[in-house]
């Protein structure tokens, strides 16, 4: 494996990510049936997807291998009001298929943590489906754990 570089994602990245995203949202989609069948495909999602990558509150990083984006993670930090020590939140964190268990998430995961730790972050907090074995086991490697539940009624 070449060396895996981790950088601030740029407009010029887009289109590696939509397809990132679009294997994250697949990845998901099974564990939740209310999530749409192919919500990047619209035009709207695209559209927030590249203004989060330009945001200037929110860290968007890549993983680039050979000049190719082979994972990326976003966040911000939470609203500041509402914790005694900021907090971090990863919104999205994906790793392509053909690359995983090689480490990316964790050089991903490293990157982000010093950005929060730079804004004051005392915690980073994600969301994650509990079905989604191979991310939580990642997550818990890393030393998050399990500190809420999430409840949802079907109408």
Same mark, same amino acid.
């Given at each position: 494996m070449s060396e895996i570089i981790i950088r601030k994602a +740029? *407009? #010029?990245d887009f289109d590696s990510i939509l397809k990132l995203a679009k294997q994250l949202w697949d990845t !998901? +989609?099974?564990f939740f049936s209310n999530l749409k069948d192919d919500y990047f495909a619209d035009e709207q999602? +695209? #559209?927030l997807l590249l203004k989060n990558i330009l945001k200037r509150k929110?860290?968007?990083l890549v993983a680039e291998e050979n000049n190719k984006i082979i994972g990326y993670i976003y966040g911000y930090? #939470?609203?500041a009001d509402l914790y005694k020590k900021k907090?971090?939140?990863i919104d999205?964190?994906?790793v392509d298929e053909e690359y995983r268990r090689q480490g990316i998430c964790n050089k991903l995961m490293d990157s982000f943590t010093k950005i929060m730790k730079k804004y004051g972050c005392g915690y980073i907090e994600l969301n994650a489906f509990k079905q989604n074995l191979p991310a939580v086991e990642c997550y818990k490697k890393y030393g998050f754990k399990e500190y809420s539940v999430f409840y949802m *009624? !079907?109408?």
């Open positions: +740029k *407009k #010029s !998901e +989609k099974v999602a +695209k #559209s929110n860290h968007f930090v #939470s609203r907090v971090g939140y999205q964190i994906v *009624k !079907e109408l």
